[in-house]
């Protein structure tokens, strides 16, 4: 995981499932260990908006049923992330060792996160970077002609202004670019007050919802 993806992409419904803990638990917890387990709860009741941080959740919790109709999608390819690999910075070898496929970065196009189309954003913005714009697109898998609506969740202390609100289809497998700036809305936070903020983008047509996190 790195600054620019959020994940998990998603949740799904589970029982007593044994995960990787980022502490020791039990009644005698060792600060030093480095083998962690524990059995996680229920983040489908506990998922309410405010209550689970994004890096928990994802895009909330997936139904399997609104899933296999999805009416937007934003399409990447493996040659995608192998330019974002490319755009961190990573050598030849080290993009081929991730992807598990000989390949390198001679004459592929390098994307930054901001660039990347992934179905989430993640911006960070400071004192001297107070504004940030990304481009996503998407593609209509719905019906011909659709027309989804904007609406806009902002996250505390920042402002979110797409740069169209509507986005129109009049065929199927259109796609339809916008950009997206978000920009900091008054003081800067406080060194130790919470600096990751979590808002979302809903695209409503009127029958289903597409969700830009």
């Known amino acids: 995981m790195n600054g620019g993806i959020i994940k998990p992409d998603m949740l799904a419904p589970g029982v007593n499932i044994l995960a990787a803990w980022h502490i020791d638990v039990g009644r005698n917890p060792d600060r030093l260990a480095t083998h962690t387990f ?20 994802g895009a909330e919790e997936v139904s399997p049923i609104k899933a296999m109709y999805p009416s937007l999608v934003f399409g990447l390819a493996f040659e995608d992330y192998i330019g974002y ?9 080290e993009v081929t060792l991730t992807v598990e496929k000989q390949t390198g970065c001679s004459g592929i196009k390098h994307l930054s996160a901001a660039e990347l189309n ?76 919470e600096m990751i903020t979590r808002g979302k983008i809903v695209w409503d047509p009127g029958k289903h919802v597409v969700t830009d996190n």
């Not at 983040?43 to 959740?57: F, P």
């Not at 690999?85 to 070898?93: A, D, E, F, Q, R």
């Not at 997206?180 to 003081?187: D, P, R, T, W």
């Open 85 to 93: 690999l490319c755009g961190l910075g990573y050598s030849n070898s």
């Open 118 to 193: 992934y179905p989430s954003n993640a911006v960070n913005l400071t004192r001297l970077a107070k504004s940030q714009k990304v481009t996503r697109t998407a593609k209509n898998v719905g019906d011909a002609r659709e027309e989804y609506m904007a609406k806009i969740t902002e996250p505390v202390g920042v402002r979110v202004d797409p740069l169209t609100y509507t986005l129109k289809f009049t065929r199927e497998d259109q796609e339809v670019s916008y950009g997206i700036n978000f920009v900091l809305n008054g003081a800067y936070p406080s060194q130790g007050s």
């Open 38 to 57: 524990n059995f996680d709860r229920d983040l489908i009741v506990d998922s309410s908006y405010d209550s689970v941080r994004i890096y928990a959740i």
